[in-house]
C-alpha cells in the first residue's frame, strides 16, 4: 500500500483546525449534496470510495478525479503538480475538504490511500436527457442509451455523439488499444459513466451534460450497425419524415439522388424524382453536379426541411453526370414551400452585398419580398464586378428557407418562411439579365425639370416620378447604411457619426467614449451549429447591444462578429466602463436556436475622450488596441484604454 500525501503541510493543519469544529463527511452523497455556502466552509470529509473516472492528460485547474461509494459520486479536485497515476476501478481510503467546484461541490486538497481493486459499480440508473440537464445526476454514476451519430478521434480518448430517446448528449470514453471506434456510428449502445455538465465559456452556467466513461469494457453494443449502410433500402426523399419512417429514423438512413450542390467538408445536396435534400457532412471528396451519389445519415426536420446529418456518401455508379434542370419560380412561389432544398432559378435586383460576410452574399429584391444569394468566397472570381447594384439577375441554386417567429414558440401548421436564400455553386450561376438603367434619378430630375412647361398632365406626372424618386433614393441610401442582417448601422454612418461627435465635444468641451465589441470564437458557433446558428447569434447580440445603451447611442457592426458602440455627450469618463460591464454580463448569456443552447462570450475594448481632446481616428486606434488586450486576458472581460497601450504593437497586445 503507498500512502500519497498531495497537499503541503501547511494546509493539513488547516483541516486539522476545521476538524475541531465542523463534523466529518463519511459519504459520497453527502458531499456532493451540500449547498454551495455549506461547502465553502471546508467541512472535513472521509470516506471510502472507488475511482470511477481520471484523466491523466488533463492538465491545470481541471485536473481531477471522480469516485463513488455506495450512496453516490463526488468530483475530487487534485492538486497542481499531482503526477500519480490513479487507474480506474481503484478502491481508496480518501480524506479532504469540502469546496464549491465551477458547478457543484467537490472535495478539495485530497490525500488517499490505495487499498485495491474494486472493480467499477455494479448498479446504475438509467436516466433520462432531461433528468440529467437539470443537475440531479449531476457527477453521478449512470447508464445511457442510445444511438452514436458521430465519432471523433483526440488521440487518447474518442467523443461519441449519442442521441438519446429525448435529446442528444456527448460520451467522453478513454480509448482501448486494438478497438475500432469509427464503427460504432449507428450502433445502439449502453454506456456506463459519470454524468457531468457542460458549462458555457466563462464556467459559471450549465448548458449541457456529458457523460465521462473510463474503458470500453462498460459500453455494450444492444444493436450493431449495419456492415455496409449503402445496403439500406433506398428510401424517397419526400417519405423520409413521414409517419411509416418513424420507427426506423433512430437509425441512419439511406437516398439517392443528382448532386445539386456541393460546399465540400459542409453539404452536398441532391435531388431525386420527388424532392431534394441537403446533408451535412466533414467528407470533402468531390463529385460533379448531376452525378448520381447515395447518401447515408440521420434525418430530421430544421425549419420548413428535412435534413440529413453526420452524413457519408458514395458514388452510385460509373455513369456520365446528368445535371438537372432548374425550376423557374418566383419569390412568392417560394415562400408558399414546395422548393426547400430543391435547384430553383429566380430573377431579381441587386441591392447591394454585405461586406461583413466570410462569403460573396448579395442582397436582391423580387416582387415585394428581398432575399440572399450565397457564394463561397473561394469560388468567386473576376465574374463578380459585373455584377452592379440595380442590375436584374438570374440566380440559379438550391433554395433554403428562413423560418419566421411563431407564436409563443409554437406553431400548430408549421413555421411560416419569412424569407428565404438561394445558395449557388459557382458564378455561372448568376446571369446578368439586365443592366442598371440609365435613367438615374439625377437624369429623371433634368428631364422632368424641362418638361414643367408642358401641360397640367405633365406637372401632375412629373410630381409622381418626383415622389417616386425620393422613395427610391431613401430607400437604397437607408440599405447603404444600415447593415442587412442585424438593422444596425454600418461602417459609413458609424465614420459619419463619430466625426460629427467629435466636432461636438470640441466645441461644448464635452467628452465621448468608443466601446469596441467582439465575439469570443465565434468561428466555433459557425463550425458547431452551422451559419445559420452564427446568423442568429449575430441578430441576437444587436437586440441586446441595442437594449443596453442608450437611445442617442450609436451601435455599428462594423465586420462579421465586430460591433461598436459610440457613446456621444459624455460627462462621466467611468460611465462607459459601466456600459462595458453591463455588456460583458448581458451578453454571456446563452443564446437558444434550434434546441441548441449556444455559449456566448465577448471581449470588450473602451476608449473614452475628454473635452474631445481626441480625433475619430485615435479613437478607433486605441479602442481596437484595447480590446486586443481584452482578448489577452483571457476574453469574457473588459479593458479600457490607458498610455501604456499607445506604445504597444497590436501583435503584441494580442
Given at each position: 500500500m503507498v500512502l500519497l500525501f498531495v497537499k503541503p503541510?501547511?494546509?493539513?493543519?488547516?483541516?486539522?483546525?476545521?476538524?475541531?469544529?465542523?463534523?466529518?463527511?463519511?459519504?459520497?452523497?453527502?458531499?456532493?449534496?451540500?449547498?454551495?455556502?455549506?461547502?465553502?466552509?471546508?467541512?472535513?470529509?472521509?470516506?471510502?470510495?472507488?475511482?470511477?473516472?481520471?484523466?491523466?492528460?488533463?492538465?491545470?485547474?481541471?485536473?481531477?478525479?471522480?469516485?463513488?461509494?455506495?450512496?453516490?459520486?463526488?468530483?475530487?479536485?487534485?492538486?497542481?503538480?499531482?503526477?500519480?497515476?490513479?487507474?480506474?476501478?481503484?478502491?481508496?481510503?480518501?480524506?479532504?475538504?469540502?469546496?464549491?467546484?465551477?458547478?457543484?461541490?467537490?472535495?478539495?486538497?485530497?490525500?488517499?490511500?490505495?487499498i485495491g481493486y474494486a472493480g467499477f459499480p455494479a448498479d446504475a440508473p438509467r436516466p433520462s436527457y432531461s433528468h440529467m440537464m437539470f443537475g440531479k445526476y449531476d457527477g453521478q454514476w449512470v447508464e445511457v442509451e442510445g444511438v452514436v451519430h458521430s465519432v471523433a478521434d483526440h488521440g487518447y480518448y474518442v467523443m461519441l455523439q449519442l442521441a438519446m430517446d429525448d435529446g442528444n448528449i456527448v460520451v467522453k470514453l478513454i480509448k482501448n488499444e486494438g478497438t475500432s471506434y469509427s464503427s460504432l456510428v449507428d450502433a445502439k449502445l449502453r454506456i456506463r459513466g459519470n454524468a457531468l455538465p457542460t458549462l458555457n465559456l466563462s464556467r459559471q452556467h450549465m448548458i449541457g451534460v456529458h457523460v465521462d466513461c473510463p474503458s470500453f469494457s462498460l459500453v455494450r453494443i444492444i444493436e450493431a450497425p449495419p456492415e455496409n449502410p449503402y445496403m439500406l433500402p433506398t428510401l424517397p426523399i419526400s417519405k423520409l419524415l413521414q409517419w411509416d419512417m418513424v420507427p426506423i429514423l433512430t437509425h441512419r438512413v439511406h437516398v439517392r439522388g443528382r448532386v445539386t450542390l456541393q460546399w465540400p467538408g459542409t453539404s452536398v445536396c441532391i435531388q431525386d424524382a420527388t424532392q431534394g435534400i441537403c446533408a451535412q457532412t466533414a467528407q470533402d471528396t468531390r463529385v460533379a453536379n448531376g452525378e448520381l451519389i447515395d447518401v447515408v445519415g440521420f434525418a430530421h426536420a430544421e425549419g420548413n426541411a428535412s435534413v440529413l446529418t453526420d452524413a457519408i456518401f458514395n458514388r452510385a455508379d460509373d455513369s456520365a453526370a446528368a445535371p438537372l434542370s432548374a425550376v423557374p419560380v418566383t419569390a412568392e412561389q417560394v415562400l408558399l414551400g414546395g422548393h426547400e432544398s430543391r435547384l430553383i432559378q429566380i430573377d431579381g435586383q441587386l441591392i447591394s452585398r454585405d461586406p461583413a460576410s466570410a462569403d460573396i452574399t448579395l442582397l436582391l429584391t423580387s416582387g415585394k419580398g428581398i432575399y440572399t444569394a450565397i457564394l463561397p468566397k473561394g469560388l468567386g472570381g473576376q465574374e463578380t464586378k459585373a455584377w452592379e447594384n440595380g442590375s436584374i439577375l438570374r440566380i440559379t441554386g438550391i433554395c433554403s428557407l428562413q423560418s419566421g417567429a411563431q407564436i409563443k414558440g409554437v406553431s400548430l401548421v408549421g413555421v411560416q418562411p419569412r424569407t428565404f436564400r438561394v445558395l449557388m455553386r459557382s458564378t455561372a450561376d448568376v446571369d446578368v439579365v439586365r443592366k442598371p438603367s440609365w435613367w438615374t434619378p439625377a437624369h429623371l430630375v433634368v428631364l422632368l425639370a424641362l418638361a414643367l412647361s408642358g401641360t397640367l398632365l405633365v406637372l401632375a406626372w412629373v410630381i409622381i416620378l418626383r415622389r417616386r424618386i425620393r422613395e427610391s433614393e431613401e430607400r437604397f441610401r437607408h440599405m447603404a447604411l444600415h447593415d442587412a442582417l442585424t438593422g444596425l448601422a454600418t461602417r459609413l454612418l458609424l465614420e459619419d457619426r463619430l466625426n460629427a461627435a467629435v466636432e461636438t465635444a470640441k466645441r461644448h468641451q464635452a467628452g465621448l467614449a468608443l466601446l469596441m465589441v467582439d465575439l469570443d470564437k465565434f468561428k466555433d458557433i459557425n463550425d458547431t451549429f452551422g451559419h445559420q446558428a452564427g446568423d442568429e447569434v449575430l441578430r441576437v447580440i444587436a437586440d441586446r447591444l441595442l437594449d443596453v445603451v442608450r437611445k442617442s447611442d450609436t451601435v455599428a457592426r462594423i465586420g462579421g462578429d465586430e460591433f461598436v458602440v459610440l457613446l456621444p455627450d459624455l460627462r462621466d469618463p467611468q460611465f462607459a466602463e459601466r456600459i462595458a460591464a453591463n455588456i460583458v454580463e448581458t451578453l454571456a448569456v446563452p443564446i437558444s436556436y434550434e434546441s441548441h443552447e449556444m455559449p456566448v462570450t465577448v471581449s470588450v475594448g473602451v476608449c473614452a475622450s475628454e473635452a474631445g481632446k481626441l480625433d475619430a481616428d485615435t479613437l478607433l486606434k486605441n479602442v481596437d488596441a484595447a480590446l486586443y488586450r481584452a482578448k489577452a486576458h483571457g476574453r469574457n472581460c473588459f479593458v479600457a484604454f490607458n498610455p501604456e497601450l499607445a506604445d504597444v504593437p497590436l501583435d503584441q497586445a494580442s
Open positions: 503541510a501547511a494546509n493539513a493543519e488547516t483541516t486539522k483546525d476545521l476538524t475541531g469544529r465542523l463534523r466529518t463527511i463519511t459519504t459520497a452523497r453527502e458531499a456532493h449534496d451540500l449547498r454551495s455556502e455549506e461547502a465553502k466552509r471546508g467541512y472535513p470529509v472521509h470516506l471510502r470510495a472507488v475511482v470511477t473516472f481520471y484523466d491523466p492528460k488533463t492538465t491545470g485547474k481541471r485536473k481531477g478525479i471522480t469516485v463513488h461509494d455506495a450512496t453516490g459520486s463526488v468530483y475530487v479536485r487534485l492538486d497542481l503538480g499531482h503526477a500519480e497515476p490513479l487507474a480506474t476501478g481503484t478502491l481508496i481510503d480518501l480524506r479532504g475538504i469540502s469546496a464549491l467546484g465551477e458547478f457543484a461541490p467537490v472535495i478539495d486538497h485530497p490525500q488517499y490511500q490505495v
